[in-house]
């Protein structure tokens, strides 16, 4: 069965704010990301009980007052509450809702004045979701991730996926010899050949990577993240980085694993020169790393892999530098920290890509279980392939669900 996501009503097209749709808010990127999951319709000020249409109103301290003075606040808890049991019901965890809202903003709302300014804050149905463990995201974030020819996917592609750059209708190639930054000398390795692929899969615009450099390798961080900020010079906006790992907290070898976080042990940072600040146009270093993997693009792929019938696991990876597997008292120091994964790279790409803005999605195939004397590189390998085509399943179907407005 399709997956579920929760949306606001106003921006399905329906008439339903306060102005009674004066002012039309309706999201095309929206409508088609509705048009690809089991949408279910949410309006909480009017499952609230409130008219339409109905004066304005805003977040003011804890209370919501309207322009008129009238305290609705009673209405837009009953309607967060109410919203709250449609997503139950359809067991979603995504909501996409409108922005700036007193009842569906998320991030910054108004700031009680009626003046137009605004201040952060989430609005009450966006503050109980969260509480409750939803991903809100607005229509903003869902058009601005939605790929375009000027705007493509990114994907990196690991070990054991490399069979998902046969699926891409290329338009052009170019040599890793020909990107900024990437090392000339660098030689593939498992029959990739170092070329981005630029085209579409399935007529979503992607660029992908088929193979990468190591810091094991000898490489610095910086050159290692080349291929992150070549993709963002093409104009990717989102990037699907993956690779194999070990398991460190007993995830079976072959789980697609879906990174939600990261350890970064390698004891290097791309940001961590005054080259790096500037090749990631900052001014200061100071990259926020909290939150850098996407929760929209990990929603996506929780419903692709549902939609896919594919189990995943979902956990914290550690980089380490390599190329050395790690000992015993290594892996259990990770599980102390709470890694799931271990491996040798995204790190740092994680972080440039990070440090350009960009929504970062990890996909890891998990292919042995770290920290034993037998581990070698034929076994990750072996279990690569034999877990390739889960992975690539999740891949093709976060692009399908990321979709583009071109096809249309
Ligand atoms: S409460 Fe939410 S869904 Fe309803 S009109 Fe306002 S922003 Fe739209």
Redesign the pocket.
């Known amino acids: 069965m399709t997956s579920s996501i929760v949306m606001?009503?106003?921006?399905l097209g329906?008439p339903?704010?306060?102005d009674g749709g004066a002012k039309p808010?309706c999201s095309k990127a929206c409508l088609r990301l509705a048009s690809r999951l089991n949408t279910i319709?949410?309006?909480?000020?009017?499952m609230g009980g409130l008219s339409?249409p109905r004066p304005p109103a805003e977040r003011s301290g804890d209370r919501v007052l309207t322009c008129e003075g009238g305290d609705v606040t009673d209405a837009y808890t009953e309607?967060a509450r109410r919203s709250l049991e449609f997503a139950r019901e359809a067991d979603a965890g995504l909501a996409i809702?409108?922005s700036k809202?007193?009842?569906?903003?998320s991030g910054c709302i108004y700031d009680g004045t009626f003046s137009g300014v605004l201040v952060p804050g989430d609005?009450v149905?966006t503050e109980l979701f969260r509480q409750e463990g939803l991903t809100v995201v607005d229509e903003k974030l869902v058009e601005w991730c939605e790929p375009t020819v000027e705007h493509p996917v990114a994907i990196v592609l690991g070990s054991g996926l490399g069979a998902l750059a046969q699926r891409v209708k290329v338009v052009r190639r170019i040599p890793y010899t020909d990107i900024d930054g990437f090392p000339v000398e660098a030689i593939p390795v498992d029959g990739h050949r170092f070329e981005a692929l630029v085209g579409t899969i399935d007529d979503v615009p992607v660029v992908v990577y088929p193979g990468r450099i190591h810091m094991y390798q000898g490489y610095s961080a910086l050159e290692v993240t080349s291929l992150v900020r070549h993709a963002h010079r093409l104009g990717c906006r989102s990037i699907m980085l993956s690779c194999a790992s070990g398991s460190v907290r007993g995830v079976a070898p072959g789980t697609v694993g879906l990174i939600t976080d990261q350890i970064n042990l390698t004891g290097q940072n791309p940001l961590a020169s005054a080259e790096g600040v500037a090749a990631a146009e900052l001014d200061v270093p100071f990259v926020p790393m909290a939150g850098a993997y996407s929760a929209y693009l990990c929603e996506l792929a929780r419903a692709a892999a549902h939609d896919a019938g594919v189990d995943i696991a979902e956990g914290t990876y550690a980089g380490l530098l390599g190329p050395t597997y790690e000992t015993a008292a290594e892996i259990r120091a990770l599980a102390n920290i709470e890694a799931d994964y271990v491996g040798m790279s995204t790190v740092c790409e994680a972080i440039m890509a990070r440090a350009l803005g960009m929504q970062v999605l990890g996909l890891t195939l998990v292919t042995n279980h770290a920290g034993r004397a037998d581990n070698n590189h034929a076994e990750v390998l072996a279990a690569a392939d034999a877990a390739a085509q889960a992975t690539q399943n999740i891949a093709l179907g976060v692009l399908r669900l990321l979709g583009t407005a071109q096809a249309e």
């Open positions: 606001s009503d106003c921006l329906t339903c704010r306060y808010v319709p949410i309006c909480p000020e009017m339409c309607g809702l409108k809202s007193p009842s569906c903003g609005g149905c």
